[in-house]
């Protein structure tokens, strides 16, 4: 009996961490990439699912795909200039920092959660 009010516990406890941090990931994200092209994320994270938009520097919009969320990191993937380029990130105090690879350039960005415009 106490194993499995024990194992219930861990589960639920788990379950609520998890929630917890989509909770934390879902919103409106800007920054910059190379310090100069703005970016924005709108991302909806429910359980371990990641959907949402991503908005370029040109202002253009897209659906985000094949987006995951594994406790405090994410990935999804985003086309940019023509090919489905992956990102990940990972959240640490506040702040989402994400890496990408563009036409074989290593690149990253801190993004800010804010209110949505």
Do not use: R
């Not at 609520?16 to 991302?43: P, R």
Request: include cysteine.
């Amino acid at each position: 009996m106490t194993k499995k009010l024990l194992l219930s516990a861990f589960l639920s406890l788990s379950i609520s961490c998890l929630f917890a941090q989509s909770n934390e990931i879902t919103g409106h994200w800007t920054g910059k990439v190379m310090n100069q092209y703005d970016v924005t994320y709108d991302f909806v994270a429910q359980g371990d699912s990641l959907t949402g938009k991503d908005t370029h520097y040109d202002g253009s919009v897209s659906d985000i795909t094949n987006g995951k969320v594994m406790g405090d990191s994410i990935s999804f993937s985003v086309p940019i200039q023509g090919q489905m380029t992956p990102v990940t990130g990972k959240l640490k105090d506040g702040v989402l920092t994400i890496h990408l690879t563009v036409q074989g350039y290593d690149l990253s960005a801190d993004l800010k959660k804010s209110a949505a415009k």
